[in-house]
């Protein structure tokens, strides 16, 4: 899945030297250009994020992401615009502690980054960045879908909050 990709990917590129890690999605929706606007400022910074402002994706995309906020906020205690943003800069330190929390095989492991480097009160810097229509690769985002992921969500949220407790 989506997220045991990601995680794979990010220790990976620990594990070669890596002092940056950037991650964005194939799938055409975000602009290679806005990446300086992350690197410019990466020295200040733990976590850099390109939040999808005005986004473009269709209805259904943006109400799962207003409802993961309102799961974030009743399971987490925080508020995050977007915390599954597919535009982000990580320097290796950061990202070296914050995957001691995540398990191998979590499915929103880009959710809960950004959870726990908000909870951990990591510097974190925000940028709009531009989020286009998908212009490759399909879309698995169907109700049924949405509804099994937000109970796995739920559960899994739940026991990582209590990794993050015990470490605060």
């Given amino acids: 899945g989506h997220g045991a990709t990601c995680l794979y990917a990010y220790r990976y590129a620990l594990n070669h030297g890596a002092d940056y890690i950037f991650q964005t999605d194939s799938d055409g929706q975000t602009c290679p250009d806005e990446f300086w606007k992350l690197w410019e400022q990466r ?3 733990a976590l850099l994020i390109g939040s999808r402002n005005h986004r473009k994706d269709g209805l259904s995309r943006m109400i799962v992401s207003k409802i993961l906020r309102i799961i974030i906020m009743m399971i987490f205690k925080a508020w995050i615009i977007d915390a599954n943003t597919p535009f982000r800069l990580m320097r290796k330190d950061f990202l070296r502690s914050v995957l ?3 398990p191998d095989n979590f499915f929103l492991s880009n959710v809960v980054l950004t959870v726990i480097a908000v909870k951990q009160k990591h510097k974190i810097f925000w940028t709009p960045i531009t989020f286009n229509p998908r212009q490759k690769g399909a879309s698995f985002v169907n109700w049924k879908n949405i509804f099994k992921i937000g109970i796995r969500a739920v559960n899994d949220f739940r026991l990582i909050n ?5 470490q605060v």
């Fill in 43 to 45: 020295e200040r910074y």
């Fill in 162 to 166: 209590k990794k993050i407790r015990k």
């Fill in 100 to 102: 001691q929390v995540i």
